[in-house]
Structure formats: structure tokens, C-alpha cells
């Protein structure tokens, strides 16, 4: 075993420069992408939250005490993207051109499946975009059920697949069949705004 300083000290300068996000110094810093050219980018990433039944139909038929869990859940997620880069440190300011976030009940799963697909044209990528809508939105739909269903959790953040930029297209490998899903109609959530 070689307890070498000089060599410690090499390799660990050597490692400074591998990491995008830390100086040489070894603090942290956001990545200059000045130099990279604008293109147009989008990534999708999904989280899963764990229901009751009981739960997955008050939250079907809108008979939740807080409200339509779907609709405020998809809107927190549009609104977390926005500002990813207030929520994690070394996240560039990118503008969204598109952020769009569908929770889909699965009753053979046992709960809502959260998507959430974010695009933009610009020097970065948007995967934390992406993930931090859908876990967000897992968290919205959390904060809206926990008073009925203290056994709901929030599993499966994940990225599922980007495009654009220099490293090309990405997809996440198959991990099985999908489960079969049920998507909600926006008319059959519960009363509309007004009429509750």
C-alpha cells in the first residue's frame, strides 16, 4: 500500500479537473456554457406515489378534502420547473419552452404515476427541469392526501429520457412491462372551480 503524499495530492488534482461542478480549488461552481451553442433540448422524467384504494378513488371522483389533487399537483409541478434553478444551487437559469405534467391513476399499481417533460433552446439541458416538476408534484399529492392516507409514498424519481445537446438522445432501458393505467378524464376530476 503506497501512503505517498505527492501522489494523494496528483490524483486528487487530477479528480478536481474531472468534476464539472467543482474548481480546482475544490469549491463548488455552475459550469460555464457560454461557449455552447443554443439547440433545442427535452427531457422527460416520471415519479411514482403509492395510494390506498380507498385514496386513488376519492381522488378519481374529486372527493378529496383539499381539492382536486390532480390539477393542483400538475400545476405545482409546471411551477417547480420554472424555478429549478432557485432550488438547486449549480442549475443554470434556462428559459422553458415547453413544461407539461400529466399524473396518471394506476389502480393495478396501487397509485398515481407522475410525468413530467420539460423543453427548451439553450446551452444546457433541462433533466433537472424535468425531475424536479415530477417530484414536486409527488410532493404536492403527499401534502394533499397525508390526512387520509399516512401510508402514501413517493418512490421511482427517475429520468427517463433527454434530447439534445452534444451527448445526443437518451432513453432509459425497459425495466418490464408497463402496468396498465387509467387516465382521468379533466371532466370527470370533481366539481369545477365554483361549484363546490
Known sequence: MNDDPTRKSESERRERRRLTHVSRGGRPRMVDVSAKPPTARRATAEAFVTLEQETISAIIDGQMAKGDVLTVAEM?????AKRTWELIPLC??????????EITPE???????????AATVAGTGVEMEAMT??????????????GVDRNATMSDLRLLEKSGGRSGEWRR?????????????????GPKRGQR
Open 76 to 80: 405545482a409541478g409546471v411551477m417547480a
Open 92 to 101: 443554470h437559469p434556462i428559459p422553458l419552452t415547453d413544461i407539461v405534467v
Open 133 to 146: 416538476a415530477a417530484a414536486i408534484a409527488a410532493l404536492t399529492v403527499y401534502d394533499m392526501v397525508k
Open 107 to 117: 389502480r393495478g399499481a396501487g397509485g398515481v404515476r407522475i410525468r413530467a417533460s
Open 173 to 189: 432501458a425497459e425495466e418490464g412491462p408497463r402496468r396498465p393505467s387509467v387516465r382521468v378524464n379533466p371532466g370527470t376530476r
